[in-house]
């Protein structure tokens, strides 16, 4: 099993940033794609970022250039660097570990980014 513990969330003006962690234990996910999704009131749990095991990226269109995931192995950690932050960004962002199919095996309990105008 996969425990994943998100942090880094808040409150923050349009325009600034944040960045998100994302501590695994339980296994080394080294080898394991990784990722973020987000849920907005009232709306489906939406895909944000993916990194796989070698490193290559993949983000969705609405964060793409604003954005940034990145891994270090040694720490079991993934991140989510987000800048010029809107506030269509407000959400609870969480951390997945282990695509497969579409989605993510295990999940953390989420952390909640708020964006006011």
């Known amino acids: 099993q996969v425990q994943l513990v998100e942090s880094g969330g808040g409150l923050v003006q349009a325009g600034g940033s944040l960045r998100l962690s994302c501590a695994a234990s339980?296994?080394?996910?080294?080898?394991?794609?990784m990722g973020w999704f987000r849920q907005a009131p009232g709306k489906e749990r939406d895909f944000v970022a993916r990194?796989?095991?070698?490193?290559?990226?993949y983000y969705a269109d609405s964060v793409k250039g604003r954005f940034t995931i990145s891994r270090d192995n040694a720490k079991n950690t993934v991140y989510l660097q987000m800048n010029s932050l809107k506030p269509e960004d407000t959400a609870v962002y969480y951390c997945?570990?282990?695509?497969?199919?579409?989605?993510?095996?295990?999940w953390g309990q989420g952390t909640q980014v708020t964006v006011s105008s």
């Open positions: 997945g570990a282990d695509y497969t199919a579409g989605s993510f095996k295990y």
């Open positions: 990194i796989w095991s070698g490193g290559l990226t």
């Open positions: 339980g296994r080394t996910v080294s080898r394991y794609a």
